[in-house]
């Protein structure tokens, strides 16, 4: 049975100085989607961990954050008595080594930064998770797209991998529509191109396939 769901959405953002930032093109909508799914099927705490985006479901807790390390402080206090824990975030990969306190001026025809790898919240939350636990994550990849799904699958221990196809025809961010595989240890399958509220019930019904499939296992 599922009583607690923690959803992480939205992109990060990884300030430069206090005007700039690095992000990504995540919009939001599919954690958003998700959680609204979780809310009709009666799950009593969604705990909704999101990254600046206009997209904030209704009737759910939500934790508001900005960068990565903040993402990661508040999924360890709120996933060890999950159920199900879904990473429909855009985590940023890097951040800047250093934090400029005051605006850069553009004094100069160039500008570098030194970027820094940031935690991957995906790999920590698999090696943590107890087996009782769904791990949903998602990617998104531009070619050899099943070989890299499936290798992110297993290296990052999870139950189910979300996987976007991205090109010129399927942009999958800021969009409502989106073509998705669901993978799974033993099984890959393909979504036709869906709205993202579609996909999230696809994805919740898997969610609840494998959630069964635990229960009898214990």
């Known amino acids: 049975m599922i009583n607690k769901v923690v959803i992480a ?6 300030p430069i100085d206090p005007v700039r930032y690095i992000s990504n093109r995540s919009s939001g909508k599919s954690g958003f989607y998700l959680a609204h799914e979780a809310v009709k099927r009666g799950i009593g705490d969604i705990c909704f961990i999101t990254g600046p985006t206009r997209f ?28 199900v824990i879904v990473m429909a ?4 990969d890097y951040r800047v080594a250093e934090y400029r306190p005051k605006k850069i001026k553009k004094n100069e025809d160039t500008l570098t930064l030194k ?25 998104a990849e531009t070619d050899h797209i099943l070989e890299n799904g499936r290798s992110k699958l297993e290296r990052k221990n999870l139950d189910l991998l979300v996987l976007n196809q991205v090109s010129d025809a399927n942009p ?21 191109r869906l709205d993202k509220s579609e996909i ?12 069964s499939i635990k229960n009898k296992e214990i």
């Open 200 to 211: 999230a019930r696809e994805i919740w019904d898997e969610i609840y396939r494998l959630e």
């Open 172 to 192: 999958a961010f800021n969009v409502d529509y989106n073509q998705v595989y669901l993978l799974t240890s033993g099984n890959s399958k393909q979504l036709p």
């Open 9 to 14: 959405s939205g992109p990060t953002v990884e």
């Open 56 to 83: 904030i479901p209704k009737d759910v807790r939500v934790i508001q954050v900005e960068t990565a390390l903040q993402m990661r402080e508040k999924l360890a206090l709120e996933y060890r008595d999950a159920q």
């Open 89 to 92: 975030a855009a985590v940023g």
């Open 115 to 139: 970027l820094v790898k940031n935690p991957d919240l995906l790999a920590e939350l698999g090696r943590n998770k107890e087996t009782s636990q769904v791990l949903v994550g998602y990617a």
